[in-house]
């Protein structure tokens, strides 16, 4: 998505859903590895941010 | 937030929860469901470094839970807030119980976090000069007591944090 992404985010909060939604497709699903260009810490902290934000409600699970 | 303690600094962590007030309250009183957490925080001395009132916002999708001991309601909208604070782990579980049994918290968030604020965590690497010190300091550290390791480290913190407000 932007190539210019790993270096901007390191780790990422659960509670900023309007970063976090720009690694998501239409669906609510986390983008792959391969699309969001960040590196594996990031990616992994990217999932768990997304999963925190989803309990507390700020974001879908799933949207269609 | 000097108070006191007889905390030891090994055991503290950094904490945040994050909590959905009811719609059901109102307005002026959201606050009021989260003061018995922070009375909790404040009698266990934990320093509370920074907050979110919590604030109405629409939720992602319906939840459903059950407030006041009744019957599991759905909810569409709640007020969100969080607050972060530095405490020992014991404070954890009290809270735990405390949101678990509160009335008004339709659900809540326990993570421990490390960053304080997310803010500039990248594009920093100018301010790693504060590594080639790192070396100097080891010997001591090993050679030495536990106690001298942690002056040491807190001289080096105040000079990272000075370092940071200067940028």
């Not at chain 1, 990616?43 to 941010?49: F, G, K, M, P, V």
């Not at chain 2, 959905?20 to 469901?33: G, M, Q, R, T």
């Not at chain 2, 949101?99 to 301010?127: G, M, N, Q």
């Amino acid at each position: 998505m932007n190539p210019n992404s790993s270096h901007i985010h390191k780790s990422f909060d659960y509670k900023n859903t309007e970063l976090l939604k720009k690694f998501l497709n239409p669906h609510g699903r986390i983008l792959s590895h391969g699309r969001t260009g960040l590196t594996a810490k990031a990616q992994r902290s990217l999932a768990l941010a997304v999963k925190r934000a989803r309990f507390m409600a700020l974001l879908t699970f799933v949207a269609r | 937030m000097s108070e006191n303690k007889v905390i030891d600094p090994e055991l503290v962590r950094l904490y945040e929860i994050s909590y959905l007030v009811s719609p059901a309250l109102a307005e002026d009183k959201v606050h009021s469901a989260v003061l018995p957490l922070k009375d909790l925080l404040a009698g266990k001395n934990a320093a509370v470094s920074a907050e979110e009132s919590p604030k109405f916002r629409r939720l992602a999708y319906p939840i459903r839970a059950a407030i006041a001991g009744g019957k599991k309601q759905v909810f569409d909208s709640a007020s969100f807030g969080w607050i972060r604070f530095e405490s020992e782990a014991d404070t954890i579980g009290e809270a735990k119980k405390l949101l678990a049994s509160s009335p008004d918290i339709i659900r809540f968030l326990i993570v421990k976090t490390d960053a304080p604020e997310p803010a500039k965590t990248f594009s920093s690497r100018h301010i790693r000069p504060a590594d080639p010190a790192a070396p100097a300091f080891e010997p001591q550290g090993t050679g030495g007591s536990a106690e001298t390791k942690v002056v040491v480290s807190s001289e080096e913190l105040d000079r990272k944090i000075d370092e940071l407000v200067g940028v």
